[in-house]
Structure formats: structure tokens, C-alpha cells
């Protein structure tokens, strides 16, 4: 819409003064047909499909983040938990060698060792409390949870073991199928195609309809031109009009731009096949990961059992003068390393499951899994 005013000056024939007007002005421009609209379309539909799936990259490196912190967290708090009873039953020895000393029974070294022993678990302690209270702020950050204003999340239960069976070959095709950001460079190949295609276009015809129309609000002016009064418009008008348009676009030869466009299409080419490559040695490698961890648990845990056992029989030596202080602090000592191992074997093996599932795509497919494959 436009309103064009002026000022009319001059004298014709019968007619003199000044005279000012205003002039109401609409149009409607309908385009009927465009070549250009439906690669501008797809091209459309591909950035709607590229945001969706940015969305469930986003959210499944969140799910995963929160995952492992959530294991993490599990992992320090019992492995704080593992070294306050070992230094419980340290400080245990600490009195029973006090009572021995202050008896005669033995002399102040030995009571000394023992609490050089046990005051040693204090920083290992420490450490792991530390490291507890950074997986809670992890795990608070990928829960969106504020710690000035809400508690830190506690999580709930233990680590536990869960033997994994897994089919490479299947596991790999399915990756290759399912995971999130190999559809997203797909998704970026294919919009780098359209956009490709959009600038090589030769020609865009175009067959557009137009109507306007003009309304003059008072009487005594002119039309520009017009010899007679019968030549004026005292109202209004409309006019219908059809206009084809026949563009001839660059097509790269001068400005470059498909070059351009061909550059990025090969780079998201090379990145998506980088990206298609790289998964099934990620899955493979992930997979021989799980099955040295579980090797490793049978193997530490075995030998914690031992160890408990190895440790209990030279505790009650000690107590009745059977056994040195060295060998008791020496079989303490191997205990407390082989729990530890164990926790961390076990820590391990999720870590490497959650790996997994993120390798193979599983986020956001677990609905469709059957019994048997959910852990």
C-alpha cells in the first residue's frame, strides 16, 4: 500500500490556484509459479530434519555425560567407603598395639608403625571424598540442578557387575544405521547437495499475477499527461496484469559460486565417511575393552577373597604376638590394593557399557529392545 500526496499548481482553462492531494495506492502480487520454490522446499524440509537431530545429538551426549557421572560418582563414594574400613580395622591395630606396648609386650615402635600405617589412609580418603563431590556437581550440571539453591543430587545404589554379551557385526550395522551424529553428517551432505543444486540451476521461470488499484479522494486533479478533463479519474481504477520472468542465474562459471557449493559438499562428504569409518573400530575396540574388564573382575576377585582371608589370619597373629608388624601391614596393604582393583575393574566395565551404547547408538532405542538385551 502506498499514499503518495502533492501540492498541483498552475491555471488551466477554467481552473486556477494552488491545490494540494493525496492519492490511495494498493497492490496484490501473487506469485502463480516459481522453479526456484521447490529446491528452496526440500532445502527447507532438510534444515528442519538437521535441527531435529542436533537436538538428539545434544541430547544424547547430556544422557551419557550424566551417565558417567552418575558411575563416577558410585565409584569414589565406595571407594571412600573401602578405605575408611580399611582404616578402621588399621586403628583397631593402633589400640591393640598401644595396650601391647604400655603391657610390655612389645615395644614403641611397633606402635608407632601402626599409626604411621593408618594415618597414611587420611589423604586417600580425602582424595576420594574430593573426587565424590565432583561427580556430584557433574552429575547436578547434566541435571540442570543449581547448587545454590538446591542440595546436590545423592545417587542411590552400588556399582554392580553385569556380564555383557555383544554381536560385533550386528552391533556395527546397527550403529551405522542408528547413531545420532552419523545421521546428522548425512543430513549435512544432503543439505550441501540441495544447496549445490539450488546454485547450478540454469534458468528460474517464474509466472507471477498482479492486480492494483488507485483511489483519488477529491475532484479538480490532474492525471500527469491529460490534455481534457475527460482524461482525469474522478474514483478509483483496477487494473489486473500477468507477468513471466525468465532469470538467468550464475551458475559458478564467473562468481564461483558452485565451486563454493561443491567445496562444502565434499567436505561434509569426507567427514561423514571419516565418521562411517571410524565407528567400527570404535566398536571393536570398545568390545575387546569389556571383555578385559570382565577377565580382570573374575581374575581380582578371586584374588580380594584371598587377600580378606590373608589379611584376617595375620590380624589375629598380630594380636597374639605371632606376627610382625611388617607383615601385617604388608597383607593390609595388599588387601586394600586388591578391593580397590575390584571397584575399579567393576567401574571400568560400566563405563566401558555406557561407551558402548553410546558407540552403538542405543540412547533413545532402548523401547526397542527385547528382554534380553536390556542391562
Known amino acids: ?224 499527461g491529460s490534455t481534457s478533463k475527460t482524461q482525469d479519474f474522478l474514483s478509483s481504477e483496477i487494473i489486473e496484469r500477468a507477468g513471466y520472468t525468465w532469470h538467468v542465474i550464475d551458475n559458478g562459471k564467473v562468481a564461483g559460486a558452485v565451486l563454493r557449493a561443491r567445496s562444502a559438499r565434499e567436505i561434509n562428504e569426507l567427514t561423514c565417511r571419516k565418521l562411517e569409518a571410524d565407528i567400527p573400530r570404535d566398536v571393536s575396540h570398545i568390545a575387546n575393552y569389556l571383555k578385559t574388564t570382565e577377565v580382570r573382575e573374575r581374575s581380582l576377585a578371586t584374588a580380594s577373597e584371598a587377600a580378606e582371608g590373608s589379611a584376617q589370619a595375620v590380624q589375629q597373629n598380630l594380636a597374639n604376638g605371632l606376627a610382625s608388624p611388617l607383615e601385617y601391614r604388608t597383607t593390609q596393604s595388599a588387601f586394600l590394593e586388591t578391593r580397590s582393583g575390584l571397584l575399579d575393574a567393576i567401574y571400568q566395565h560400566n563405563i566401558a557399557g555406557a561407551e558402548w551404547d553410546r558407540a552403538t547408538g542405543r540412547y533413545f532405542q532402548f523401547s526397542d529392545d527385547t528382554a534380553q538385551n536390556v542391562h
Open 1 to 224: 500500500m502506498g499514499v503518495p500526496a502533492g501540492v498541483q499548481a498552475g491555471h488551466r482553462a477554467g481552473e486556477s490556484g494552488i491545490k494540494g492531494f493525496a492519492v490511495g495506492r494498493g497492490f496484490l502480487t501473487q506469485t502463480l509459479f516459481n522453479a526456484d520454490i521447490p529446491p528452496s522446499l526440500r532445502r527447507g524440509d532438510v534444515e528442519v530434519l538437521i535441527a531435529q537431530q542436533q537436538l538428539n545429538v545434544a541430547i544424547v551426549g547430556q544422557l551419557h555425560a550424566a551417565r558417567l557421572a552418575f558411575y563416577t560418582a558410585l565409584y569414589s563414594r565406595s571407594l571412600e567407603s573401602i578405605r575408611n574400613e580399611q582404616r578402621q580395622r588399621l586403628q583397631e591395630n593402633v589400640a591393640t598395639q598401644k595396650n601391647r606396648y604400655e603391657a610390655g609386650l612389645a615395644d614403641r615402635s611397633a606402635f608407632v608403625s601402626a599409626t604411621v600405617q593408618a594415618s597414611e589412609l587420611d589423604p586417600q580418603i580425602e582424595s576420594a571424598h574430593r573426587a565424590y563431590l565432583d561427580a556430584q556437581l557433574q552429575l547436578a550440571e547434566a541435571m540442570a540442578i543449581d547448587p545454590a539453591k538446591t542440595s546436590l543430587p545423592e545417587p542411590e545404589g552400588k556399582l554392580q557387575f553385569v556380564p555383557m554379551r555383544v554381536d560385533l557385526d550386528s552391533e556395527t550395522a546397527a550403529a551405522l544405521q542408528r547413531r545420532a551424529d552419523l545421521k546428522l553428517a548425512r543430513l549435512f551432505v544432503r543439505a550441501a547437495n540441495e544447496d549445490q543444486r539450488i546454485i547450478a540451476a540454469d534458468y528460474y521461470p517464474a509466472v507471477t499475477g498482479r492486480i492494483s488499484g488507485e483511489y483519488v479522494p477529491v475532484t479538480g486533479i490532474h492525471r500527469e
